[in-house]
Each structure stands twice: as C-alpha cells, then as structure tokens.
C-alpha cells in the first residue's frame, strides 16, 4: 500500500522568492518513483518533475528541483524564483517504479500554493 | 501541451444517463490511465490499459468500463450515471507499463470535466 501525506493545504510565497513544498511518503514498494504535478485553475494537470528510489541525485527539471531524502521518506518540491504564474494546486505522488502497475499513482491531498507581487 | 488528447472538455449530464469519454495518448505511448478527481475523493486511480491489455485495477465501479483500442486511443465509459460521478476525469499516457530505476514521465491530459444533474 501506497501513502501521501502533503501537511500545507496551503503555502503563500513572494515573487522571486523561493518556496519548499513539503510531502511524506510511505510504501511497501522496495522500487517506487516519486512525482510532482501542477493543477492550475484551468483544471489540467501539468507534471513537473520525478525522481526514481534509486537515484542518487535529486531531479532537477529547471526551476523545480526535489529534495530527496529517502531515509526520512521525504520528497519536497522546490520552485526557487517563484513566479506569479506559479500560483496553483500541487501535487505529490508515488508509484511502483516498473511492471505492469507502473502508472497506478497514488496522490496527495495537495497544496494550494499563492504567489504574491 | 502534454500531447494527451481529451474530449470532451465539459459535459452536462442527467442521473441514468450513459457517457463515454475519449483519450487519445502522446504519441509513442502504449500505456493508457484513467483518472477520476472530486472534491471528495480527491484524485483516485481507475484502471490502465496497455496496448490494448488491462494491466491494474484501481476503484473503479462496476458501472464504469474502460477499452484501449488499436490505435491505442481509449474510452471510458460511465453507465448509468449518479450525482456523485461528477469529477474531472483524467486520462494519462506513458511509454511502457515499466520504466525502470530512471522511470518513464506519465503525461495528463486536461481532463473532462463531468457534471450530472
């Protein structure tokens, strides 16, 4: 079984600034892929970035970066140089990283994320 | 642009009715996933197809089924439908069930969006 707890319904940050978004995975899977995606208000889910278990760096995809910490079954997003455009819904998700159940994700509750001018 | 292809956008419904939403995925992509979010619920894994196979199960109900077709488009159906099947259904795309330690990205559409009244 598969969990994603994300603590911050919601999180406000200044433009330009940088902001972590916190979420805590549990899974039994012993090789499991970790996302994030961004539902702006529009509805449509954008992903952002992935890191597999056994990656030994964490995933970089411009300013996104996940901080990675395996051992406290952690998985942050980080958006350095938040932009307005930033504003939306994020979500954490995990899954089996390979065979037939790859793709069966099971998402956090997500966090509202605010960008202020 | 994700290149999962959805329609339709927005529909309006009665309860009884019978629905059938379609998904085109990324092209390249064998792997078909539908999704379903509501407020309630939050975003819940329905059922995967890949390459025309069911390949995992999620919470999907009996009055709801699902097909990928062999030029790897998908439908899903929804049977005699109830006010609380009004979500936003998504569908996603990846290249193969299994993508390893480096995993394979899973794509979503801009989901359609169902209302039963």
């Known amino acids: 079984a598969q969990k994603i707890t994300q603590t911050q319904p919601g999180m406000f940050v200044q433009e330009k600034e940088a902001v972590t978004l916190d979420c805590t995975y549990d899974t039994s899977d012993p090789s499991y892929g970790l996302f994030w995606y961004k539902q702006p208000s529009s509805g449509e889910m954008i992903f952002l970035i992935y890191q597999g278990s056994y990656d030994q760096q964490n995933a970089t995809e411009g300013r996104y970066s996940l901080n990675f910490q395996k051992a406290r079954k952690s998985a942050n997003l980080v958006i350095s140089a938040s932009q307005l455009g930033d504003s939306a819904m994020y979500f954490c998700?995990?899954?089996?990283?390979?065979?037939?159940?790859?793709?069966?994700?099971?998402f956090g509750q997500g966090t509202i994320l605010t960008v202020h001018p | 642009d994700s290149g999962v292809t959805q329609t339709p956008k927005h529909l309006i419904t009665a309860t009884g009715q019978r629905v059938t939403l379609r998904c085109s995925p990324r092209s390249g992509d064998l792997s078909v996933y539908w999704y379903q979010q509501s407020l309630d619920q939050g975003l819940q894994f329905l059922i995967q197809?890949?390459?025309?196979?069911?390949?995992a199960k999620g919470n999907i109900l009996e009055r709801f089924s699902a097909q990928q077709f062999p030029d790897l488009h998908s439908e899903l159906n929804l049977s005699s439908l109830e006010l609380g099947d009004s979500a936003l259904y998504f569908c996603a795309s990846s290249v193969t069930p299994g993508g390893g330690p480096s995993g394979n990205t899973i794509y979503f559409g801009e989901g359609s969006w169902l209302t039963v009244v």
């Open positions: 197809y890949y390459n025309g196979e069911e390949r």
């Open positions: 998700a995990t899954g089996v990283d390979g065979g037939t159940s790859y793709g069966k994700l099971t």
